[in-house]
């Protein structure tokens, strides 16, 4: 009887090894981040969490773990008077390893534990950190890794300057909570207080150190980690890959375009910025426009804005940061190659051209498979918002974007979401931190084995 338990337990074990083996490094990634979302969800639900003592509802955790896995900063209870410290440092966690990728959080305690890693954890790596090769990609997760906490730390010292001479100790702590936050782009902040609560950073719309701290913890986070090395090594501009150049271009663009037409459509609007004199309003303006590029957090009403700056906001949702970053979205890249490939079929070119280099024909139909998958995602949810939430559309599209690109900002409509609501936005903030397109591979069944060996013949199809 008890040769055949063993026996049967040793079958088991092969079993989950097999299954585990056989799992692509998509799916891995995938069923990751939905174990540690659970496995936050379940932490959060617990009376030590709560400052009221009681369990807090399991869909409001769960909401509240995919928000922060997803570094989304979406809430439906304000993080400083609803969490305690337990719930605060549960959730600064996940926001960590959602932004730095939960295999570089599992590198780290390998790293601890003077454990080798596999070269099965090396391509998991690759993926995670959308890396090109696995060569040298345990140093690359090292350099990561004590970059982000050296900028994590001075981004906390910055932002302790200006919190510690109001909340005392305490500001030191917000100040560091609030950097890893920003950083990994989530958007979740701890200046609410019982009368004021989801008022993020409004209260320091005018503080230069707070805004430039922040934007600047922001952009660096949603540059991407191959942009930094790429930024580091080189020694002239001709050094820089097309990558870099294209992410250094549209992030220019985007930062600086945004903050130009918000501060035309926000001049006058006495619910934002009217009151504010010209260097405030640009300030303002600018902070705007780096916040939707997935961190979250606001230093003007997002609902007081006028409809235009809302939809300028949606679309810079929609982009998001840059590959292989902490940032959410479509990305900056996926966006170039696609009008990049417009632009060459406009032109009667065959290849998608950039900077004397040619785009591989998969990297343009990847791009357009990214934009068509994540479209069609948030049109799901933006109807299930229109149908329960019965609230106007700019402000459903506003909330459905904002889970998409995991920003975190809102036109206050999440604290009084319906459950199914919080669902689908949870759903939606997961399919926009893992890919859509990479669950969509990693939910497929069929491997890759007969790329390649069938093909068959041209079709004549009419379109346009």
């Known amino acids: 009887m008890v040769i055949v338990l063993i026996i049967n337990i040793q079958e088991d074990e092969n079993r989950s090894k097999n299954f585990i083996y056989s799992l692509k490094p998509t799916q891995i990634i995938a069923i990751g981040f939905f174990l540690i979302i659970l496995a936050g969800a379940i932490l959060l639900t617990l009376p030590i969490a709560s400052k009221s003592g009681n369990p807090t509802p399991f869909v409001d955790a769960l909401f509240t773990a995919t928000s922060a896995t997803c570094i989304t900063g979406l ?37 601890l534990i003077r454990r080798k890693i596999s070269l099965r954890e090396r391509l998991l790596m690759v993926e995670s950190l959308n890396h090109e090769h696995v ?98 090594n080189a020694r002239r501009i001709s050094d820089l890959m097309v990558h870099t150049k ?20 926000e001049y006058n609007n006495s619910n934002t910025i009217q009151s504010f004199n010209l260097p405030e ?76 280099n040619r785009i591989p024909n998969e990297v343009v139909m990847r791009s357009i498979a990214i934009i068509a998958i994540s479209f069609s995602a948030a049109l799901i949810v933006f109807n299930i918002l229109m149908i329960f939430e019965r609230q106007p559309l700019i ?41 859509g397109l990479t669950l969509f591979m990693a939910m497929s069944l069929r491997h890759n084995e007969d790329k390649g ?3 068959y013949p041209e079709a004549k199809i009419m379109i346009g």
Request: charged residues 10%; aromatic residues 12%.
């Open 75 to 111: 809430v439906v209870y304000d993080t400083a008077t609803h969490w305690t410290l337990f719930g605060q440092l549960v959730i600064i966690a996940l926001i960590q390893t959602g932004g730095l990728g939960f295999m570089t959080m599992a590198t780290l305690m390998s790293f």
């Open 281 to 356: 309003k640009i300030l303002a303006s600018l902070f705007q426009s780096v916040t939707p590029r997935t961190a979250g957090f606001n230093t003007i009403d997002q609902d007081g804005m006028t409809e235009m700056s809302k939809f300028i906001t949606i679309f810079l949702m929609f982009i998001g940061g840059s590959p292989g970053s902490t940032a959410g979205g479509v990305k900056t890249v996926t966006v170039g190659v696609f009008i990049l490939a417009v632009i060459s079929v406009i032109r009667g070119k065959k290849d998608t051209e950039v900077f004397y």
């Open 453 to 455: 060996k069938i093909r």
């Open 395 to 435: 402000n459903c599209m506003f909330e459905t974007m904002s889970a998409f690109g995991t920003v975190g900002l809102s036109a206050n409509l999440t604290p009084k979401l319906h459950t199914i609501s919080k669902l689908a936005l949870s759903a939606l903030m997961y399919t926009g931190r893992v890919g």
């Open 135 to 232: 060569q040298g990609i345990v140093g690359t997760v090292k350099r990561v890794l004590l970059v982000t906490c050296a900028i994590e730390l001075i981004g906390g010292l910055l932002l302790s300057i200006r919190f510690f001479p109001r909340f005392g100790p305490r500001g030191i702590y917000m100040g560091i909570w609030m950097s890893i936050s920003a950083f990994c782009n989530a958007g979740f902040d701890l200046l609410g207080t019982p009368g004021r609560q989801f008022i993020s950073i409004t209260e320091y719309v005018h503080d230069p150190i707070v805004n430039f701290t922040i934007m600047s913890l922001i952009v660096i986070g949603g540059l991407g980690f191959m942009v930094w090395s790429n930024l580091y």
């Open 246 to 265: 294209l992410v250094l271009i549209i992030t220019a663009i985007l930062i600086f375009g945004g903050a130009a037409l918000y501060l035309f459509f």
